[in-house]
């Protein structure tokens, strides 16, 4: 069993930048795939990024395209979130995602999840 360990979350002015990391630990991560997924308050969780194993291809959300980059560190089994160009409906939880056949684009298929961070954007 893989565990995932995120951190870097916390609170940013809108316009500005956060990054989250999200390291991997135990079981080997195989040719699995990366997902970030976010759960603003009150509402459900959706599909933000996602990258794969070899970081050739990227996805993302229609809302954080062009502002957040999903990136990976396969020698140190870290992952990463970059995102710019923050706004205040980008508050919610964040959580990274591991998907062992799939893309990390679909929450059902997700086989491990983080413990999710806290992002909050002021306006």
């Known amino acids: 069993q893989v565990q995932l360990f995120e951190f870097g979350g916390g609170s940013a002015q809108a316009g500005g930048s956060l990054r989250l990391s999200c390291a991997a630990s135990?079981?080997?991560?195989?040719?699995?795939?990366i997902g970030w997924f976010r759960q603003p308050p009150g509402k459900e969780r959706e599909f933000v990024a996602a990258?794969?194993?070899?970081?050739?291809?990227?996805r993302y959300s229609d809302a954080v395209k062009g502002r957040f980059t999903a990136s990976r560190d396969s020698a140190r089994n870290t992952f990463y979130l970059q995102m710019n160009a923050l706004k205040p409906e980008d508050t919610a939880v964040y959580f990274c995602a591991l998907d062992y056949l799939g893309t990390a684009t679909v929450e059902a298929n997700v086989d491990s999840w983080g413990q999710g961070t806290q992002v909050t954007v002021s306006s």
């Open positions: 135990g079981r080997a991560l195989d040719r699995a795939a």
């Open positions: 990258i794969n194993f070899s970081g050739s291809t990227t």
